[in-house]
């Protein structure tokens, strides 16, 4: 493909972007590493010394710990068969012939690029608020009392928030690959007899199974972050009802200040990552090679 | 080609197309729409029809707390996104037009720190910017918003720097250029649309960004994301003015998504989906 | 001036040696051609005489002078791609300008080289547009205009008519031929296509995994190749083996047979045989004969004849026609 100095001159033009990456993944992980095992408060300088284990035990038996790690699973496995469930779905009929397509697509992807914040505030506050949202005013065109949602049901309702802001991406991405379906492919399906069902089976679907893990993957890293969303709508309540990972280790780390058992719980949350990259990485990696 | 459809059979889909489409837009429509209420329709209750006025954007825009975190959200998203091009664009360059073997395990380690939770480096972090005085500056915010997207920089300018053919550099080549001359004169204006879509996704992510944004700053550097976070909790009669102010902060990226849209759905799949 | 030379040229990839070693000596104003199938290098070897690829050994001499460690750009040569490789966002003219702007020539004078060039290739017309509003033939043209300009050594084309329809690529074939007889600089053209080979060239390489089976005139290789590769490669339809007792007879392991020196008949002959299928082209019709115990042979008659599917019918060899070949493929004298 190319010369001696050209593949010399690559190394030095990757040389930044990869030690820049090298120290942001190393020396975060390090401290974090290191600090796990120290006895570290910040409203209290005398605690200090090595900890052993002290600091995961405290971690792990917090009676928060095992409902943050089924929440942040939750979270993620919930959004993800929203936004791609209803994706297909919109993909689907976004690729039929309609009129003000342009529009309609820029309405669709409108919710992606709305800040967290403003999402969680616009949703708390207009739309699931049970006194003047939105919805208690439908149910009360129904003739129903008002849903208390962030209040009754608050780990599906920021389920709902964020799958309303992933649910054009999906949708979109899953639009792009469907449009690339040549013609030709469905109407070969077509005259092989297949019908609209069988056609979505065995050639759509097909089809769009690179676009879904792409789409999996991209979700899942930011997914396993989420974090805004539930501190501004639930404050990871009730009780623990809607806390996740991140939300825990920010609790203890720094708001409780208690950084020893946040750095071990920022362990866990890697270890958890971790499981799931390798997991994902085997599936989509494949499939990433442009 | 497309077949004839029907008429009724368009209609039909067009209706139902735009009923979804209307739906998933509505948290954003009914926010703009109470952002035109005054403050008592707005806790009146659910309604369509505002009486168009345009105090709460006049009352928020008059405070110095909306304008501050304004600013400091285009300081941080635009710089971190300069900073993160200057870097990403050789190493993007060097692994579309030389790759190696290893370029593809290079291109997913890079990816893979993406996966390390940002909640997992927080604690140490947080001491970090505590020690070195950069909390809570935009100097701060911008370094971290440069780490956390770089990846994804690289690889969208990876995915569109290969689309440009080799065959094309090597003519130019062939034709006397000299390294320089290929960058300025061949490889710079084919790569510029990649770059700019690249620039805007980057502004978009960073503008968003809603960990680090919120963990890292208290007051001063506090960015967009932190001031409207900041609404978590009603404050009186607050309805309009919290809409006006979402309004005032999502607006400016929308709009830079609605024009940009279709490059930005296909860099975000890093060319895996065409 | 522009003579090559190559002296034990080898190029290996990550362990594989693509050429294991070549020795050519293309003199000043050929117009040689390398032909082969996909994968025996041909391409490979033109990229290390443009310097695209580094070589592993030996050494390449323009004009007796090393150039072998040069880069590209300071090689005098140029080259037309395969996909044109035309600059999209540059016009015709800046992109036939573009060699002379690197070379640092005088607006003036490349203003009216572009021109020139232009007008040889029936481009003036098209000089504002840009590559994408232009045909193939054209985005050709455009392509070859950039390589003339800059009055290059020796050209290097790297199938540059695989991406045209068969009737451009019949004309195109003819007008680069008038180009060579034009310029008289030397040019080098890789195609996998025989018959470009044979009608463009005034000699062929002819290229098999990485070795060079034979270089000589088209008429040389068409009459005396040197082994059964060669004698299988040039020619259409393509020559016919035979093996076992058929190749016995004269006393060698295969002979072949080009399907014009083959005779047919009715009533007797070498070999009998029953009419497979019938192509018939209007000037020629090529027969395909099931030989019994030898296989599918293909014999190429007048334009008009009555021979049909099933017939049985028997076919011999001119005398003097017959390609001899020893087991290790090696043609017999």
Redesign the interface.
Known sequence: ???????R???W??A???F??LI??I???A??IW?AFQRYRLTNPNIKGFAGFANFEFFVTDPAFWPAIINTLLIVVGVLVITVGLGIL?AL??D?????QGI????????????????????????MNP????F??VSRFFGQEPVNWLGNYPLLSIIVIVA?QW???AT??LL??MQ?LS?EQKEAAEMDGANVFRRFWYIILPHLA??IT?VIL?QT?YL??V??EI???T?GGPGFASTN???L??NT??LGGN?GA??A???V??V???I??IFL?RAV?R???? | ??RA?STRR?LT??I???L???I??F??L??II?SLKTEGE?????SMIPSFTFESYAAVLDQQDYLRPFFNSVVISIGSTIVALL??V??A???A????PKT?D?L?W?L?????????????????FLNTGLLDTLLGLSIILT?VN??IV?WML??YF?EIP?DILEAARMDGAT?GKELVYVLLPMAVPGIASTLLLNV?LA??E??WT??LSTDDAAP???F??S??S?QGQF?AK??AA?VL??LP??L???FS?KQL??G??????? | MGSITLEHVNKTFGGHPVIPDVSLEIEDGEFVVFVGPSGCGKSTLLRLIAG???TTSGAIKLDGVDVTDK?PAHRGLAMVFQSYALYPHMTVRQNIAFPLKMANIDKAIAEQKVADAARVLNLTDYLDRKPRALSGGQRQRVAIGRAIVRQPKAFLFDEPLSNLDAALRVNMRIEITELHQQLKTTMVYVTHDQVEAMTMANRIVVLNAGRVEQFGTPLELYKSPANRFVAGFIGSPKMNFLEGAAAGKYQAEAIGVRPEHVRISRDAGEWQGKVGVAEHLGSDTFLHVHVDGVGLQTVRTGGENDYHPGEQVWLSPEPGRIYRFDRAGQALR
């Open positions: 493909m190319a010369t001696k100095q050209s593949h001159l690559a190394r033009m990757m930044p972007s990869v820049v990456l942001w993944m020396v975060p992980l401290l974090t600090f919109l009929m976004l039929q012939p309609i009129w003000g309609v697509r820029i309405l669709m992807i409108s919710p992606f690029f709305v800040m967290p914040p403003v999402a969680a505030v616009v949703w708390k506050h207009e739309l006194t003047w949202g939105v208690a005013a309303w649910l054009p991406f979109l991405i792009t690959a690339s013609e690179r676009a792409v991209i890293i396993l972050g974090y805004a501190q501004i709508t404050g990972l991140p939300f280790i920010y780390g720094v950084i946040g750095a719980g920022g362990l949350a890697v958890l990552a971790n799931v990259a990485m990696g499939n990433l090679d442009a | 080609m497309a459809v368009k889909m067009t139902l197309v735009w979804v489409a209307l998933v837009f948290p954003i009914y926010t109470t707005a806790a009146a209750g659910f870097i990403a050789p190493a360059w060097a692994m037009f030389t790759p190696t593809r290079v997913m890079m893979s720190t993406k996966m390390m939770p940002a909640a997992g480096v927080l604690v140490p972090m947080y001491l970090i780490l770089l990846p690289v990876y995915t290969k080799v390294l978009i503008w968003n809603a960990f919120l963990r967009l994301t932190a409207i976070a609404f978590s009603p309805l919290l809409s979402s902060a999502i990226i929308l830079l998504g609605w849209q759905v296909r975000l799949t890093f060319g895996a989906v065409k | 695209l690829e580094d880069g």
